[in-house]
């Protein structure tokens, strides 16, 4: 992939998203150039993107880059500066129309779970059914509390639950008036490291049984790829590419987007007669994803993740650089290398592998798969 257009970051699905959504239908939610300014500052800008029927659709990116402010205009919480929100056909922002959060189809389970402490768990979950008869809102308390696997659990107020249990409850609950669509700010960030992992499998489970649409905002790349269909990943109040996890991991459209998920090194090279080369030697060209001939001649960063490089011990003269810090990360040490071009690099090893400090290496690259590479 030449880097240098970002073809397919505003638009809302590509033949490589992983949705599941059907193409004939139209979108949930819709949003198109919204942007939301406060004063000076501009913390949305210019956000288009379509949500398809069932899909889980998260935004990822750093603290600051705009994607709490966009579900909280989605929520109704804050009406854009400029743009269009519609959900379910109906314009809720944008062209002179707004509608409040409690006349918007949708669901929100928040950070903290905001479950009612005085309330058992029936009571939480039954909290939207207002409008049901008694009869249909047992009913549908029921099946969400087996939907949740809490059949047991009804009588039971907040505190006597765990972490865990308590987001179920929140779910269900938000789950309970079947909303359009279902947001979630953060919603693993008050479990602790191994329940987080665990509850990541057991809410997608629950929203795709429910056959919900869901919205998401995460900062943990593992939390977004882990759940999500497809993962905008945004910086700056911008989107920069949306796609499948896997599209966006392993052909990312920019640098930023490359850096931000997972650990990654950069190889400055040259490409000349179809050849790139770099600090640790010379690679044919076709290793690079979408390479064409017009690019001869150009400058270039080439993406190494540490499992695309191994490091092998070499006297002074013949080593690429030596190895500066090590981390161990139980089954495996990522070494990172400084090479002798000044690029700094990092490879993945079994932990029976286990290299000193300042230790002089050549570095090889085994990446079984095209590289994404950026021109400088």
């Known amino acids: 992939m030449a880097q240098t257009q970002h073809v397919g970051t505003r638009r809302s699905s590509d033949t490589e998203s992983g949705s599941p959504a059907d193409p004939s239908l139209d979108?949930?939610?819709?949003?198109?150039?919204?942007?939301?300014?406060?004063?000076?500052?501009?913390?949305?800008?210019?956000?288009?993107?379509?949500?398809?029927?069932?899909?889980?659709l998260?935004?990822?990116?750093?603290?600051?880059?705009?994607?709490?402010?966009?579900?909280?205009?989605?929520?109704?919480?804050?009406?854009?500066?400029?743009?269009?929100?519609?959900?379910?056909?109906?314009?809720?922002?944008?062209?002179?129309?707004?509608v409040a959060p409690e006349g918007r189809d949708v669901g929100i389970v928040f950070q903290n779970f905001a479950?009612?402490?005085?309330?058992?768990?029936?009571?939480?979950?039954?909290?939207?059914?207002?409008?049901?008869?008694?009869?249909t809102a047992t009913a549908r308390v029921d099946e969400l509390l087996d939907l949740v696997d809490m059949p047991d659990h009804g009588e039971k107020t907040p505190d006597q639950l765990s972490g865990g249990q308590k987001q179920r409850v929140a779910l269900a609950r938000s789950l309970a008036p079947e909303p359009e669509v279902l947001l979630l700010d953060e919603p693993f960030s008050n479990l602790d490291v191994r329940l987080r992992v665990e509850m990541r499998e057991e809410v997608r489970r629950i929203l795709k049984e429910a056959g919900v649409t869901?919205?998401?905002?995460?900062?943990?790349?593992?939390?977004?790829?882990?759940?999500?269909?497809?993962?905008?990943?945004?910086?700056?109040?911008?989107?920069?590419?949306?796609?499948?996890?896997?599209?966006v991991f392993e052909r990312p459209e920019s640098k930023f987007v490359a850096s931000f998920l997972g650990r990654a090194s950069f190889l400055e090279g040259e490409l000349r007669d179809e050849q790139v080369e770099t600090g640790i030697g010379?690679?044919?060209?076709?290793?690079?994803?979408?390479?064409?001939?017009?690019?001869?001649?150009?400058?270039?960063?080439?993406?190494?993740?540490?499992?695309?490089?191994?490091a092998t011990p070499a006297s002074p003269e013949l080593a690429d650089g030596i190895i500066v810090s090590r981390q161990y990360v139980g089954p495996s040490f990522v070494y990172r290398v400084e090479l002798e071009s000044g690029d700094t690099v990092h490879c993945l090893h079994n932990h029976v592998e286990e290299f000193g400090l300042n230790e002089p290496v050549t570095v090889e690259l085994t990446a079984d798969h095209p590289l994404a590479w950026y021109p400088r």
């Open 27 to 56: 979108p949930v939610l819709s949003l198109s150039n919204v942007t939301k300014e406060f004063g000076p500052e501009t913390a949305v800008d210019g956000v288009s993107l379509d949500v398809e029927p069932g899909e889980l």
């Open 58 to 98: 998260t935004f990822l990116g750093p603290s600051g880059c705009g994607k709490t402010t966009t579900l909280r205009t989605i929520a109704g919480l804050e009406e854009p500066t400029d743009g269009e929100i519609s959900l379910g056909g109906e314009t809720v922002a944008g062209d002179g129309a707004f």
């Open 115 to 135: 479950l009612f402490p005085h309330l058992t768990v029936r009571e939480n979950i039954a909290f939207g059914l207002s409008d049901a008869d008694e009869e």
């Open 214 to 247: 869901a919205v998401s905002v995460t900062h943990d790349q593992e939390e977004a790829m882990s759940i999500s269909d497809r993962v905008a990943v945004m910086n700056e109040g911008e989107i920069e590419q949306v796609g499948s996890p896997e599209t």
């Open 282 to 310: 010379r690679f044919d060209a076709v290793t690079l994803e979408g390479y064409d001939s017009v690019y001869d001649g150009a400058p270039v960063d080439v993406l190494v993740r540490p499992d695309d490089l191994r």
